[in-house]
Nanobody, 116 residues
Framework: QVQLVESGGGLVQPGGSLRLSCAAP????????INWYRQAPGKQQRELVA????????YYADSAQGRFTISRDNAKNTVYLQMLSLKSEDTAVYYC?????????WGQGTQVTVSS
């Protein structure tokens, strides 16, 4: 069982910023890609927001490009998602994810609400 623990969500005004954290077991963090997904209200599908490989290679969805930055802290076995210039459409539950031996593991999710 792989436990991923997210934190850092909250309520923020449009144009504001938040930093999400995802703590992973050391063995997972050092070996596997970590993804951030989000699920907007009323939507059934989770959308990939960004990912970072074990070597630091990053990918961003178009919606995140230029506003979000994914990074990793090897000393803390933690992946961060820094979100700037937040918009109302960024409101969602954000999930940390990794796939190990073809099995998906998810954190419990952290709510991000962008509203004035």
């Amino acid at each position: 069982q792989v436990q991923l623990v997210e934190s850092g969500g909250g309520l923020v005004q449009p144009g504001g910023s938040l930093r999400l954290s995802c703590a992973a077991p050391k063995s997972i963090f050092r070996t596997y890609t970590i993804n951030w997904y989000r699920q907007a209200p009323g939507k059934q599908q989770r959308e990939l927001v960004a990912r970072i490989g074990s070597g630091g290679t990053t990918y961003y969805a178009d919606s995140a490009q230029g506003r979000f930055t994914i990074s990793r802290d090897n000393a803390k076995n933690t992946v961060y998602l820094q979100m700037l210039s937040l918009k109302s459409e960024d409101t969602a539950v954000y999930y940390c994810n990794t796939k190990v031996h073809l099995v998906d593991y998810w954190g419990q999710g952290t709510q991000v609400t962008v509203s004035s």
